[in-house]
C-alpha cells in the first residue's frame, strides 16, 4: 500500500491549509491513522489521531486549529490546520495502520 500525502505550502501566519493522503488500497477502518509532523533538528510529533473513525486526539500545541478527518470509501485522509503559526512549520507525514506518506512541506511564514 502507498500513501500519497499533498496539499503542504508556504503559507503566512494565521493562515489555513489541508492536507490529504490518498492511500494506493483500502485500509481497514479499525487501523488507526495519524499525522506526524518533523521540524528541522526536531523529533517527529503526533498531531492527531483517529482510531476506527471514532476516538480522535491532538496534540495540545494545535488543539481547535486542526482537525483529523478521513474517507475509508475513498481511502484518503485529511488534515484541515487554521490559524497556522510559525511554529507549526515542518515536514508532515501521514500514516495508516503500518503504512507512512513521504511527507509535505508546510511553512509558515511570520
Known amino acids: 500500500v502507498q500513501l500519497q500525502a499533498s496539499g503542504g505550502g508556504l503559507v503566512q501566519d ?5 492536507l490529504s ?3 494506493s488500497k483500502r485500509i481497514s477502518v479499525t487501523n488507526r491513522v495519524y499525522w506526524y509532523r518533523q521540524a528541522p533538528g526536531e523529533d517527529r510529533e503526533l498531531v ?3 482510531i476506527g473513525g471514532g476516538h480522535i486526539d491532538y496534540a495540545a500545541s494545535v ?3 486542526f482537525t483529523i478527518s478521513r474517507s475509508v470509501a475513498e ?15 515542518g515536514r508532515y507525514y501521514c500514516c495508516m495502520g503500518q503504512y507512512w506518506g513521504q511527507g ?6 511570520s
Open 63 to 65: 488543539k481547535g486549529r
Open 14 to 18: 494565521g493562515g489555513s491549509l489541508r
Open 48 to 50: 492527531a489521531s483517529m
Open 75 to 89: 481511502n484518503t485522509l485529511s488534515l484541515q490546520m487554521n490559524s497556522l503559526k510559525p511554529e507549526d512549520t
Open 21 to 23: 493522503c490518498a492511500a
Open 104 to 109: 509535505t512541506q508546510v511553512t509558515v511564514s
